[in-house]
């Protein structure tokens, strides 16, 4: 029994801890419900960033806290818990205004009654569903899971075994948020025990989801947000598939920190297009989902770049004027894609520095072979890389989803929506993930058929909310 009331607390604290990053960010608002009434409904981007920032930013202290030396045990963890705890209480109690401004009497629609009843239904199955088994798929028992029982067993960052590249197999620098916070609810319950690791997978669902909605409230009409809100929570591959929240994989963690990345920057550019307002701290946001996407897959790597440079090409565009004004243009897209990418480099540093010290596999030397030779000698495998990824998206649509469709028919029944900002940032984000991608195919050591064939519905269910979001830009009129 102490054991399951530890992880009580530990869960607990860590919301709160979530809640008090996200107080931190983006400021005391983060509190202030919207004018949607409902509990779920007014406050879902609380709720949903402090799950999300929650589980992430644990893992971070854990790792910073073992870099350091320190012992990665019970004492620690229920620290951790107590102190997320007097963090959020105290966020909560220093964002309190003397005269709140007061809450719509109205009730919610019967609308968004009904898609929070469904999203919570959805959470609960989910929950059921992943605590049926215990872990049981290859990456997340050789990959995360048996990381996750080292650190547990040895109480410590600098475990030989992580250094053992026999041991590590294929994977030795894969990043360390899952097995960290695998290794916090171990240590909590005083036990290994891998089927209630398995509970932060719904959770990262429901604080994606929550916080999706949340976001979507400040742009469109309530009704509107949870409608794109349900058409996410029921996407077949993050759902209903093996591979999506049900399993304790990277992938569908990668679509949430991602996604609520992109989420962030899509707010920031939209509304820096409509009010001209040029507040950073959606885009401090947004680099910090973006590094703790890194810190989950060495995908959010490359999504970073992407992002980064995305995010600089477009303000430049929209700042673009006359001969006098371009300089001008120029520094400011420089200034705002600087602050994301410093943010990123400042969170992610201490990882890479880590990161640097452990053993290397031929698999994981990706960036030795980019050069333009086998460059060249690779260019034979898009015959077969690029009619199976556009098959993977429109064809399997029972596996993956119809998203892929309605992006393509979202961006064709509104094409001058979609040269909007942050529109063109989203389907800059999917073009180039499929292209790094493909390009990957061409310089990796296996044969694209195994390479590409069996990991392109998982890195397909990465983008899956950016495509969502997309067709809520598109189809979605402005509130």
């Known amino acids: 029994m102490i054991g399951w009331g530890l992880l009580l607390l530990g869960l607990i604290g860590q919301w709160l801890f979530g809640a008090a990053l996200a107080t931190l960010i983006l400021g005391r608002r983060i509190w202030r419900p919207s004018s949607q009434a409902g509990w779920l409904t007014s406050r879902a981007e609380l709720i949903g960033l402090g799950i999300v920032l929650g589980i992430a930013g644990t893992s971070y202290v854990q790792f910073l806290w073992g870099l350091a030396g320190g012992p990665l045990a019970r004492p620690t963890s229920i620290g951790w818990g107590v102190l997320g705890c007097l963090a959020g209480i105290a966020a909560w109690g220093l964002s309190r205004t003397p005269r709140p401004a007061p809450l719509s009497h109205d009730a919610p629609s019967a609308w968004v009654r009904f898609a929070a009843t469904i999203v919570v239904l959805l959470f609960v199955s989910l929950m059921g569903q992943t605590l049926l088994t215990p872990q049981r798929l290859w990456d997340e028992r050789a990959i995360f899971g048996l990381k996750s029982i080292v650190l547990f067993e040895d109480a410590q960052l600098q475990s030989a075994d992580l250094l053992h590249p026999d041991f590590v197999q294929y994977h030795p620098r894969y990043p360390l948020l899952i097995p960290l916070a695998e290794q916090h609810i171990y240590t909590l319950l005083g036990r290994a025990d891998d089927r209630w ?155 890479f520095l880590y990161r640097g010290r452990l053993p290397t596999t031929t698999e994981m030397n990706y960036s030795g072979r980019v050069n333009m030779a086998t460059l060249m000698a690779g260019l034979g495998t898009l015959s077969w890389s690029v009619p199976h990824m556009l098959g993977a998206m429109f064809l399997q649509v029972t596996t993956m989803g119809l998203q892929w469709w309605g992006l393509l028919i979202a961006g064709a029944t509104q094409p001058r929506r979609a040269l909007r900002p942050e529109q063109l940032l989203l389907l800059g984000d999917v073009l180039g993930a499929l292209a790094a991608l493909l390009v990957v195919g061409m310089i990796a050591p296996t044969p694209v058929e ?30």
Not at 459 to 479: R, Y
Request: aromatic residues 10%; glycine residues 8%; hydrophobic residues 55%.
């Open 450 to 479: 195994e390479h590409i064939g069996g990991s392109s519905h998982r890195f397909l269910m990465q983008l899956t909310p950016v495509a969502i979001l997309f067709m809520a830009g598109q189809w979605s009129g402005d509130e």
């Open 197 to 351: 690791a398995k509970l932060l997978f719904p959770l990262m669902s429901l604080g994606m989801v929550l916080t999706f909605a949340g976001v979507l409230q400040r742009h469109l009409r309530a009704a509107t947000a949870w409608l794109w809100t349900l058409v996410l929570a029921t996407v077949p591959i993050l759902a209903f598939n093996d591979y999506g929240f049900l399993s304790a994989q990277a992938d569908a963690p990668v679509a949430c920190y991602h996604g609520v990345s992109l989420l962030y920057l899509w707010s920031w550019l939209r509304t820096r297009r409509k009010e001209q307002s040029s507040d950073p701290r959606p885009l401090i946001l947004a680099a910090v989902a973006a590094a703790m996407t890194l810190f989950t897959k060495d995908e959010g790597i490359a999504l970073a770049l992407i992002d980064g440079g995305l995010l600089c090409l477009l303000v430049i565009v929209m700042n673009w004027g006359p001969e006098n004004q371009k300089l001008a243009a120029l520094k400011t897209a420089l200034g705002w894609a600087g602050l994301f990418a410093a943010t990123v480099l400042l969170v992610a540093a201490p990882w």
